[in-house]
């Protein structure tokens, strides 16, 4: 019993520890700065490389994989009608679970007051606003091939390998060689990962004493009263929501083995703070759930950067704080616009940690386009402190809701098919 608890929950359990003794590394040696901002201690910010060669390595072995795996489930499939299906189940499901993610914390943040009275704001550097034409082009293509081969471009790689997949469908399908080989480096990916992963411990520990000791001295006030609020809606979602829907995916043992195996991806994606590092543990507890590997290899990759439900609630809450800062009401109007934006400006901005502030200038030319220069610092600022929950609950949704996937692909009783499978 002892033997079987440590080799299920052993390594998820050195994974916590590495978060929980860096935060306490940032918090004991936190930044040091003099009264014009410039560093005198650079405190336990000198770990940040430890947590920052992990991420990097999970970033050169996710770019191929996300690929190989798109490209590979599409062409390996019966017929290109079967990946369309699925594909558009996915997006469905996607859009649903983050206005949902969305409704429940604006309902939060109006019982809730984010901020306690108005602030006054200086002026600070001209942001420059988004064109909304070149906004689409950038997320979904690129002007070279070269350029897809990077994790800023994860969206425009997914497009690029959705069209190989289906041309490899129209020339061959599954009996193909480029099918065959794709299959077969995908399996090879996914052992170089699991080498990576022994390493994630140290680098949770890296990269959380470096943020604790960056925004250690933020976490009061109101910053801190957002925080509290913030990180308890993710926790409450995840106990309330993820349960529910992997009950719509799998029934009651769907809620058994989403439990079993959802810890390792909440933990890795709160650790790394990115939707596009945790593909592969995502990959990996999809598998051992019995997930099929061709709802596996396009949930998972799509889900990095267009299942954001904890984004969107972030997006909620940015939106709410800069209202309070401003004085101004958040209102019904203004909430259903909210909504509308966060679901939509989540897609494509946080499968690297802190989302590039891509979403935030979104979000802040939407709503505060006249004080766009004093909005965006304080959205930025937000999101980088709530970034670890936001991803949490992105990500590990990005499981989840596999199940439900998977439940209207494969039939309601899929779970149970492979559970009976695994005993004989």
Request: charged content about 15%; overall charge neutral.
């Amino acid at each position: 019993m002892k033997r079987g608890f440590w080799k299920q929950y052993g390594f998820l359990l050195f994974m916590l520890l590495g978060i929980g003794a860096g935060c306490v590394l940032g918090a004991l040696f936190p930044v040091v700065r003099d009264e014009s901002g410039a560093v005198i201690q650079a405190g336990a910010t000198v770990l940040e490389p430890l947590g920052t060669v992990f991420i990097n390595l999970m970033f050169c072995v996710v770019v191929p994989m996300v690929f190989c795996s798109i490209c590979s489930a599409i062409a390996g499939m019966d017929s290109a009608g079967r990946a369309g299906k699925i594909m558009g189940i996915t997006l469905g499901t996607f859009l649903v679970t983050a206005t949902i993610a969305s409704v429940v914390m604006y309902g939060v943040v109006r019982l809730i007051p984010l901020v306690q009275g108005v602030y006054t704001v200086t002026e600070q550097t001209p942001v420059q606003g988004m064109d909304a034409g070149q906004l689409v082009v950038s997320f979904f293509t690129k002007p070279d091939f070269y350029e897809l081969l990077s994790r800023r471009a994860i969206l425009p790689l997914i497009v690029f390998a959705v069209l190989c997949g289906f041309g490899i469908q129209l020339s061959g399908g599954k009996e193909s060689l480029s099918a065959k080989l794709l299959a077969d480096v995908s399996g090879c990916i996914m052992k170089v990962v699991k080498i990576i992963t022994y390493y994630a411990p140290i680098g949770f520990l890296g990269f959380f004493a470096s943020l604790v000791a960056t925004y250690g001295p933020e976490l009061i006030g109101d910053y801190g009263r957002t925080l509290l609020v913030y990180y308890g809606v993710c926790f409450g979602y995840m106990l309330l929501f993820f349960p529910l829907y992997a009950r719509i995916g799998g029934g009651r043992a769907g809620v058994r083995m989403m439990l079993r195996h959802l810890l390792r991806p909440a933990a890795v994606s709160f650790g790394t703070c990115s939707s596009v590092a945790t593909i592969p543990t995502n990959m990996e507890a999809a598998d051992n759930s019995g997930i099929s590997r061709q709802v596996r290899d396009i949930v998972m990759p799509l889900g990095a950067t267009m299942h954001m439900d904890g984004s969107a609630m972030s997006a909620i809450v940015k939106v709410a704080f800069l209202f309070g800062i401003f004085g101004r009401d958040f209102g019904t109007w203004e909430a259903v616009l909210a909504i509308v934006v966060a679901v939509f400006s989540s897609v494509a901005m946080s499968g690297i940690p802190g989302g590039g502030g891509t979403g935030e200038l979104v979000l802040c030319s939407v709503f505060f386009p006249e004080q766009l220069a004093v909005a965006y610092p304080i959205a930025i600022a937000l999101g980088n402190l709530v970034d670890p929950p936001a991803t949490m609950v992105n990500s590990a949704g990005d499981y989840v809701v596999s199940f439900i996937v998977e439940r209207f692909v494969s039939g309601k009783d899929w779970l149970c098919k492979h559970l009976e499978k695994k005993a004989i």
